[in-house]
């Protein structure tokens, strides 16, 4: 039963433009979301999270959307450089399940020189 | 540099042999992690400590052990009970088990393979 869903499991965008990754959840007690980025044969690399008292947060090139009554974040990397290609997962949490980070099954971004 | 070392980077086994894997981190985190990357999937939550000489079972701990003697180290067996062993298996630590809403650190990963 996947909780978190990135429904997309790659992307190609042109360096400069905008990347805009997606990802659903099934869970509305999940009230804390997170995006991590992993390059092959690492671990995943904390990027940008968003509680769900926000709809955006923004961190330099990259945003992040909230739509509670959806159950859909996005990320958005404006703008996208070649060095960003990279696996991007979402990940879900909630209070009372505090100890468990659920995980979507990522989309591989490649931004083209 | 403070951070989360696992090792080692990649492991080969004989089917039926336990194998434990090494995570030690330098953070000063109370909670530590072990999750499970198969190809296509997300990460799957394995086991989890929370403080010294407590841990609890995550959603896959089946075939799995674990122990946490030093704040700093949480040591993975993966022992032959394990049907599907073969997996990259990922360490991550947080700064407080019961803080929802902060981030997991991770480790570089182990690959292991068994045959």
């Known amino acids: 039963d996947q909780q978190v869903k990135q429904n997309s499991p790659s992307l190609s965008v042109q360096e400069g433009r905008i990347s805009i990754l997606n990802c659903d959840y099934t869970?509305?007690?999940?009230?804390?979301f997170l995006w991590y980025k992993k390059y092959p044969a690492e671990g995943p690399t904390f990027l940008i999270s968003?509680?769900?008292?926000?709809d955006k947060n923004e961190d330099g090139r990259f945003t992040v959307f909230l739509n509670k009554s959806a159950k859909h974040l996005s990320l958005h990397i404006v703008p996208s450089q070649p060095g960003d290609s990279a696996v991007y997962f979402c990940a879900a949490s909630s209070q009372t399940g505090a100890n468990n980070l659920f995980f979507g099954t990522g989309t591989r971004l490649t931004v083209i020189p | 540099d403070g951070g989360i070392t696992q090792s080692p980077k990649y492991l080969f086994r004989k089917e039926g042999q336990n194998v434990t894997l090494s995570c030690e981190q330098n953070l000063n985190h109370d909670a530590m992690y072990w999750y499970r990357q198969d190809p296509g999937q997300g990460l799957r939550l394995i086991y989890y400590s929370q403080i010294v000489n407590d841990f609890q079972k995550g959603d896959i701990a089946e075939g799995y052990s674990v122990s946490r003697e030093k704040k700093e180290s949480f040591p993975l067996t993966v022992t032959s009970a394990q049907k599907n062993p073969t997996a990259f298996y990922l360490c991550?630590?947080?700064?407080?088990?019961?803080?929802?809403?902060?981030?997991?650190?991770f480790g570089n990963g182990t690959r292991l393979t068994v045959t």
């Open positions: 991550a630590s947080k700064i407080e088990g019961g803080s929802y809403n902060s981030p997991l650190h």
């Open positions: 869970n509305s007690m999940f009230d804390y």
């Open positions: 968003i509680s769900s008292i926000k």
